[in-house]
C-alpha cells in the first residue's frame, strides 16, 4: 500500500520558517516526479513546487520564488519543503504528491499538513 505521510506543518508568524517534510512508504520515489501542492480555504488546490528524479530540475510557483526550497532524498524516499519568509497568504494545508510526469496527473497524494502564518 502507497502512503506519502506529512509533517512539519504549524502555526509561525510572518516573517518565519517551517520545512515539510513528506516520507513515501510502498513507493520508490527515485525515479519520480515529487510535488507540493496546497490549498487555502475557499481557494483552488495550487502548485508549489515540483522536483524531477534527479532533482535538477524544480519548478515553483512565482509567489513562492526566492522563499521556498524543494529537495528530495531518494534514498530516504523522502522530499522536503523549506519555507522561509513565510505570508500570512502562504497559509493553507499543504499536500505532497507524487507521479510519473512532472506536470500531469499525479498519482499518490498525502493526507496534509497544516500551515498558519499570522500577521
Known amino acids: 500500500q502507497v502512503q506519502l505521510a506529512e509533517s512539519g506543518g504549524g502555526s509561525v508568524q510572518a516573517g518565519g520558517s517551517l520545512r515539510l517534510s513528506c516520507v513515501a512508504s510502498?513507493?520508490?520515489?527515485?525515479?519520480?516526479?515529487m510535488a507540493w501542492f496546497r490549498q487555502a480555504p475557499g481557494q483552488e488546490r495550487e502548485g508549489v513546487a515540483r522536483?524531477?528524479?534527479?532533482?535538477?530540475?524544480?519548478y515553483y510557483l512565482d509567489s513562492v520564488k526566492g522563499r521556498f526550497t524543494i529537495s528530495r532524498n531518494n534514498a530516504e524516499n523522502t522530499v522536503y519543503l523549506k519555507m522561509d519568509s513565510l505570508k500570512p497568504e502562504d497559509t493553507a494545508i499543504y499536500y505532497c504528491?507524487?507521479?510519473?510526469?512532472?506536470?500531469?496527473?499525479?498519482?499518490?497524494w498525502g493526507q496534509g499538513t497544516r500551515v498558519t502564518v499570522s500577521s
Open positions: 510502498g513507493y520508490p520515489i527515485s525515479k519520480s516526479c
Open positions: 522536483i524531477y528524479p534527479a532533482g535538477t530540475t524544480i
Open positions: 504528491a507524487a507521479g510519473q510526469l512532472c506536470g500531469g496527473e499525479y498519482d499518490y
